[in-house]
């Protein structure tokens, strides 16, 4: 069914949207299929992105751990994660649609980041929604939006976080639905969103196939990604859906997997939620008996989030990838791990895949291949503080 | 129950009004006496929100009710609880998000429904495409499914709401979440035109506050009006006495319903 | 004259180094050419450092400024700038020199971070010296080194910046000359520091040429880099050399060209100094008419320098080259073009090369890359603090 | 002057004491007394520091003499002004870092401290590769350019070193900066076995500080000792009367130079 993955996702927004959500639709399938889009999109990733990315044979992790590991260095993208593959092909569409105005939603500020960089090479408007207490915890990258030009608005409803940044998000599309564009970040959301950001970020995958035949002349046994709404996971994963090879989608197991009426302490939406509806799609969510939706949590603000892609969901339904999580704790450790062993400062979402490869590097096979979604910069301040005992 | 309430009206020469409130705002206790002071000032109908944590098709005056009411302890089943206990005439519609009805199993809320006396659903983040399921049972259950149309719905669209629609259309005044205004939009008397032609009742919400509002757009044609954000506002200030406020605001709509219908 | 570019450069330093300097110079004439060290060395060029870096041709700005701009993407590079470039090569010369410890200065803390991920990459012991009041400037790079597993080592001496950290790195090569591999980071000091710097950062340059010749099909009319101490200008320059191309070394204007007997209030040493020795090498410096050195001003710590490598002195004063500096305001106010015009935050360092071109477009002929030395992440803090109004 | 003096204590059956301090530490005015202090206690020769912003071979205590001379106003001309108005008997030298030569142009200098009295310049940055400017011009003039020698200097180095090697040479005793030390490094021994069979007079610096070292360094057969942040620390301290101490420590020194030459 159209826009259904089993019988996950689906477009559950105010009748207001739908007109724009069609428009999208058509609006996707025109250009997608448009050689002078593809072109130009082509030559943003790789003069403006920096794309491919390499993928490295981390050599002294592989030998401590037994297993040939490769890193998939997303890192490497300009602004410093995956994040920018989707921002980039979303903005140009928006352009090539004729939108003047992008709205966005972030968590970490990764996202919104990767907007305001897109937006501002392709000079269109960018507002950011973002909950205030991840401005808080990210302070760094607030500056960094207001320094591309971008408006970045804070949300005082709710837990003052991601979630809450795209109720708020909903709100401003609902309102200025006619000339505004809004850039989903994740594969969360109505449809066509799931799908769109899934194709985007496809690129992630698409390199890895083909360098890893390259250099291994065969295809991992095990690929490894951390999950907030899945964008990286599929992103690398869904070249790869058709082959024999395992796909382990990673979340955060924040402090326990405890929860109580109104909080998770997680984000593992995928391990402990239940099917719901959240932001216009029918997936896994964290809620109570009653369908309210948790607040989350997770060391990682990219990953802190109460629900999940729906492709995801349905994938782990049917047994295609494999879900599990990851303490903040072990993240911390992953985290310190590769930076002093590998000399690469991994985001504290992505070092939830690598600790996860570091823990079970033995069940994983002989070729292993982690998605390494973004570099730790914006996190060492937030490292820092803890290490100094304060709260984050 | 609720397309006859409006056909009455009709008769005598009134538009409708549809009062909101949030259950549970500002405590549980205090819902029955909220209504019965809409009624009592001549709410023809009341929407009775269900607290959902993340409203996204509502303004900051209705997520501050909600937040409220949550925090008082408000849950689906203490809800189904207060309207059973309600005793009163006049239609009573439910306004909640679909991940509660979801999470409930549609059956159940929709018998549920039917036995605490409500006789509509409200659900502004279901569109057509995802109704089928809550709409065949309230089909079964003889409960109206009530759908939006807004000024961004196409014809094409209209047509296919319409195949369903039972109750009263919603009709969006504006782009946006709810919240109230200082006028009414242009935009509602092109949509009340574009749908003249249209049996089901039609009633018209989001950001009407004022008697001069009502009036305007009963008069435009429409057959009722929703107001919420202007009736919670004043349970969100609570001074001296509210609920008198609440009666008094219902009768100076009411009589904007009224008058607007004579000035057709 | 070995080891002397005209009369600059040579080997200015205690008779306790110069065994190790003669060391380091056959070590570094047997592994430039040894096969199996270029072969690991590109490996991680590639792979770790993510080479080759993008040539971008900035449309609007090219638009704006009536010129083709390309920006040579070294802020792309893992850690943010083109640092790497140099220390990757370093610290594996040290590695095959069966060195088991590096030490380094830094002034931004970008070499410093760029020799610890070099060196947690390699697993090699790595301390830092930093002027404790560049410290305060760049706390963040001070997290991100220690994090990699680096000491970092505060300098309380002289001006407590960048030519402090020197002296002091040089005191402890003194020290511990046997076991200790000093891993400069700029093309300055005595030889043959300014030469294997200049090759291993080379690579900017021989990835340029290619890319404009493949997009464009013939050589740019100026190529424009910012220069502390010249790694980023002659990495991108030394290829064009023999070429009718026109090559800028921008220096720092700092607040003004002034200065007084103790301290220059810019560090445009090039533009500005006099022929003297520091750090080894006889070149142009910022010195008093006795000789004393002046402390040296620059909003962009990576040119907080009062010396500048002896090849550029050199090649200045044939006429090979050109110099000219940018004052802080207008590197600044390039800073905030670059982000809001082209969603690249570049380093206040590549501000200074970027404003340059900026000012005086229509003089540097139809084709002009910039060399983006690095991004400038680690300079939102200090320029969110000046818009603050506190003191940088 | 300087080998004179050096071949002069060798027939007195002793070994020299060369004594450092900073001119202008703590202030200008304060050298001459501090070098005649040193005279008074035992020194044989003063080697005195021309304070240079940036001295990379110098431990913390020297930093700081250079520290407090700059802030108290010193400069070259200055010290050229200072070490001419001192009338001492004993040989003096200039210890400095090259770019103050460089900069008041070599020749220039070197006349400066011919006329100054000044018989030997001592320049840490400046190995024997880059000399030949200055140590041409020390030639014409009759001034001693020291050289250097570390345990780590190889015979080829040596060999070329000796070539040009007047006055006396400059053994460092262990590979450092600047400073005292507890003891005297056994690399010292091996240095001035490695040096024997040279004519030019080897005096040994780095890290003496206390009579048990000179005593031990000249018996090894060194042919004189060079003590700097020994006397800079009482300086630096300045309690009671510094002068009298500067000279109570020249005095235990030159007492090590002359018991150790006794031992051999
Ligand atoms: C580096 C990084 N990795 C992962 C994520 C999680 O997002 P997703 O699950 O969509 O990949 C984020 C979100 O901000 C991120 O910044
Ligand atoms: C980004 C960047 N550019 C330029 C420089 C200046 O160094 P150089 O002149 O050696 O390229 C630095 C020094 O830290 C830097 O970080």
Request: with cysteine; proline share 4%; glycine share 10%.
């Amino acid at each position: 069914m159209k826009g259904k993955f089993g019988r996950y996702g689906g477009q559950f927004v105010p009748e207001i949207l739908m007109p724009a959500i069609e428009e999208l639709i058509e609006g996707y399938e025109r250009y997608k299929a448009d050689q002078k889009f593809t072109k130009e999109l082509n030559f943003y990733s790789r003069e403006f992105a920096g794309r491919p990315t390499p993928l490295y044979h981390a050599k002294r992790l592989s030998e401590a751990y037994g297993a040939k590991i490769y890193l998939k260095r997303e890192d490497l993208v300009h602004g410093g994660a995956h994040k920018l593959n989707n921002t980039l092909g979303q903005a140009l569409l928006a352009k090539y649609m004729g939108k003047e105005r992008i709205i966005a939603e972030t968590g970490a500020g990764q996202h919104g980041t990767a907007t305001a960089m897109a937006g501002a090479m392709l000079g269109i408007k960018i507002e950011v929604y973002m909950g205030s207490k991840d401005m808080e915890r990210q302070r760094m990258n607030v500056y960094r939006m207001e320094l591309l030009g971008a408006k970045v608005i804070p949300v005082e409803s709710g837990s003052k976080t991601l979630k809450d940044a795209i109720n708020e998000a909903l709100r401003d599309w609902v309102s200025n639905v006619e000339d505004t564009y809004y850039l989903i970040g994740s594969i969360v959301g109505p449809h066509p969103y799931p799908e769109i950001v899934r194709d985007f970020q496809s690129v992630i995958g698409k390199e890895t196939k083909e360098q890893i035949l390259k250099c291994e002349k065969r295809l991992p046994d095990s690929i490894v990604a951390c999950t907030g709404g899945g964008s990286n996971s599929i992103g690398i994963f869904y070249p790869f859906i058709e082959d024999d090879v395992k796909l382990f989608a990673i979340e955060a197991g924040g402090e326990s997997l405890k929860k109580t009426d109104k909080v998770a302490y997680h984000s593992a939406s995928l391990c402990q939620g239940e099917e719901g509806i959240l932001h216009g799609a029918r997936t896994k969510i964290l809620q109570n008996e009653y369908g309210q939706i948790l607040e989350s949590h997770s060391i990682a603000a990219g990953l802190d989030y109460s629900g999940v892609g729906p492709e995801l969901s349905h994938l782990s339904e049917i047994g295609r990838i494999n879900s599990g999580n990851i303490c903040d704790n072990d993240a911390l450790e992953a985290f310190y791990e590769l930076s002093r062993k590998k000399g690469i400062i991994p985001a504290l979402e992505s070092s939830h895949a690598v600790s996860y490869v570091l823990k079970h590097a033995k069940e994983l096979g002989d070729l292993i291949v982690i998605n390494l979604s973004g570099r730790g910069d914006k996190d060492v301040e937030i490292v820092a503080r803890l290490n100094r005992g304060d709260k984050a | 129950m609720i397309e006859k309430t409006f056909s009455k009206l009709k008769k005598k020469g009134e538009g409708a009004l549809i009062a909101y409130v949030c259950a549970g705002d500002p405590t549980p206790d205090e819902t029955k006496d909220i209504v019965n002071a809409l009624i009592k000032g001549g709410a023809d109908m009341v929407e009775i929100g269900l607290p959902f944590s993340d409203p996204i098709a509502d303004g900051p005056v209705i997520q501050g009710a909600i937040d409220r009411s949550l925090r008082a302890g408000m849950t689906p089943d203490l809800y189904f609880k207060i309207i059973s206990d309600l005793d009163v005439k006049v239609p009573l519609l439910v306004m909640t998000y679909y991940n509660l009805i979801f999470k409930r199993g549609v059956k159940k809320f929709v018998s549920d429904c039917k036995k605490s006396n409500i006789c509509g659903i409200i659900v502004p983040d279901l569109p057509i495409e995802e109704s089928k399921e809550l709409f065949s049972n309230c089909k079964k259950h003889g409960v109206d499914l009530i759908f939006f149309i807004a000024p961004t719905t196409t014809d094409p669209r209209i047509k296919n709401t319409l195949k369903q629609a039972s109750g009263f259309l919603y009709l969006v005044s504006r782009l946006g979440v709810t919240g109230q205004r200082d006028d009414v939009s242009s935009s509602t008397g092109t949509l009340i035109n574009r749908l003249s032609s249209v049996k089901v009742p039609k009633a018209v919400g989001f950001g009407i506050s004022k008697k001069e509002h009502a009036e305007q757009v009963i008069k435009s044609g429409a057959d009722g009006v929703i107001v919420g954000s202007a009736f919670v506002n004043i349970i969100a200030k609570k001074e001296g006495n509210f609920k008198e406020q609440l009666t008094q605001l219902a009768t100076e709509l009411k009589e904007g319903c009224i008058s607007g219908y004579r000035d057709r």
